[in-house]
């Protein structure tokens, strides 16, 4: 029996990031490949014929290519911090279905995945936790999903595609009640600039009939903004398309390696991220 998700419902909103991998894995094999997500597409009855026809364009394609980087990039921030601290708990914020903590697992790390009831719901149903891992249905920004997160051996937040549907200050307020929680730790996400989060938020203000766009979460210049909020925060910042790779790979073309040029600096597409310093 296969999965079923309706059109029109909350649930539907993880197929979107869900198929956008999937075409990462066919169009750029050699940057990016996600098998759970070939496997999932199969598992799931929902009427994939209008993603599949939007796919092919060129500009749905360059945003295939976004979500590619922007996963790779994420993965090689946990890899680098599960280096030092082995036993880490390895944490994504609104993880759909997701897999990254899986494929980032060392053996010994402890792997969470959060997001809200109704989306573990279905994560459970097709991605039951394994060893060493667990699904906890919470809003973000109740904390009171803090106390299942065993840091003991460090801790490294991860969070794709979350933070865009966020107030600033319920990002800031967040990230400082994690720097009290989770000295030591690193939290690493995407961001852009506003005209950027503009553009990305044209389809789901519309439909929540949002006005007020510039309070939602942007940022240009990563260290000084963020780093303003509080003293403990240690924060950098690398583009999301360039910053970790080049893209000079066959399957992407000179026009995607000028659109990446132009994310990473008119858009300040980038990875955010944050070190958790001590106690003030």
């Excluded at 869900?18 to 496997?39: F, G, I, Q, W």
């Excluded at 997160?149 to 595609?161: R, T, Y």
């Excluded at 996400?189 to 766009?213: E, G």
């Excluded at 780093?227 to 690398?238: E, N």
Aim: proline content about 3%.
């Amino acid at each position: 029996m296969k999965y079923k998700i309706e059109k029109n419902t909350v649930q539907e909103t993880l197929i979107i990031p869900l198929y956008a991998r999937k075409v990462c894995s066919e169009l750029y094999p050699n940057l990016y490949r996600d098998e759970t997500t070939v496997r999932l597409i199969d598992e799931i009855n929902y009427d994939f014929s209008e993603a599949e026809k939007k796919s092919r364009s060129l500009m749905q394609r360059f945003g295939s290519l976004e979500v590619a980087m922007r996963q790779n990039d994420l993965a090689f921030e946990v890899r680098d911090y599960l280096k030092s601290h082995p036993n880490a708990a390895v944490v994504n914020l609104g993880c759909g279905l997701d897999c990254t903590g899986r494929t980032c697992d060392n053996g010994s790390c402890k792997i969470y995945n959060l997001d809200f009831p109704d989306v573990i719901t279905v994560r459970n149903e097709l991605l039951p936790a394994g060893e060493r891992e667990k699904n906890i249905p919470c809003d973000l920004n109740d904390t009171a999903w803090f106390s299942e997160i065993d840091a003991s051996g460090g801790a490294v937040f991860f969070a794709s595609g979350v933070f865009y549907y966020f107030l600033t200050e319920q990002v800031k307020t967040l990230v400082r009640a994690m720097a009290d929680a989770f000295p030591g730790g690193v939290l690493v996400f995407d961001a852009a600039n506003r005209t950027a989060v503009k553009m990305i938020a044209k389809t789901w203000l519309k439909s929540a009939q949002i006005k007020d766009v510039g309070a939602y979460f942007a940022v240009s210049d990563a260290p000084q903004e963020i780093g303003a909020w509080d003293s403990r925060l240690r924060v950098s910042s690398r583009g999301y398309m360039l910053g970790y790779t080049d893209l000079k790979d066959p399957s992407v073309s000179g026009f995607f390696r000028f659109l990446a040029r132009v994310g990473d600096g008119m858009m300040k597409m980038q990875i955010v991220k944050i070190r958790f310093g001590g106690k003030q």
